[in-house]
């Protein structure tokens, strides 16, 4: 009989905790987040130009960070990027990962701390993209584009260091005429 109250106790607890952890996970989300996706939506929705595409949704529709990443605002090819920004190990091997699509003017950037190779897959990934290594002032130095799912386990990348990489729907730089050693303005 102790041993099942023991037991009972032990998932009260455990129960508690994740009901703990739920709630703050989402007042964080509703407090750091929800803003910056109605300026987001605000934003396209005043866009009389946004490409549409079969694996795009729009920015209300856009999917929470899933690991805690920031959020910041970058250019590039003249057009306005709402991205997360990927920083921690953790996040960059997640990526979109869990996402099932991005909009006209959404994007991941992958944050590396030093100039490295930065080999990239599609590791569970559900939507096609286009992938833009930059060097560490933001000059595109590499663009792969339109990488499908399909094309797991192979891995993508410049045959030189980088410190960013930019990821976006897919066709994104040929419908905005992005090319190497165009420079992007980078988040602060």
Known sequence: MQMRTQLFIALVIAMVVLLAATW???????????PAQTTQTTAVASSTT??????????????PPSLGEQT???????????VDLDVTSAQ??????????????????????TDDIHMFWMKDMSFSIDMI??????????????????????????????????EVPANFAAENNVKVGDKATLPQ
């Open 133 to 166: 290594w930059m060097s560490d002032d933001g000059t595109i130095i590499y663009i792969q584009p339109n990488v499908a799912p399909s094309t797991y386990p192979d891995a993508f990348g410049p045959n030189g260091v980088s410190r960013y990489v930019l």
């Open 92 to 113: 960059q091997e997640l990526g979109l990962g869990n996402r099932s699509g991005l909009g006209a003017d959404q994007g991941m950037l992958f944050i590396f701390p």
């Open 72 to 82: 910041g605002i970058m250019t590039i090819g003249g057009k306005t990027l709402y």
């Open 24 to 34: 703050y996970e989402w007042s964080a989300w509703e407090n750091t987040y929800a």
């Open 50 to 63: 946004v490409a549409s595409s079969a694996t795009s949704t729009s920015a209300s529709q856009y999917p």
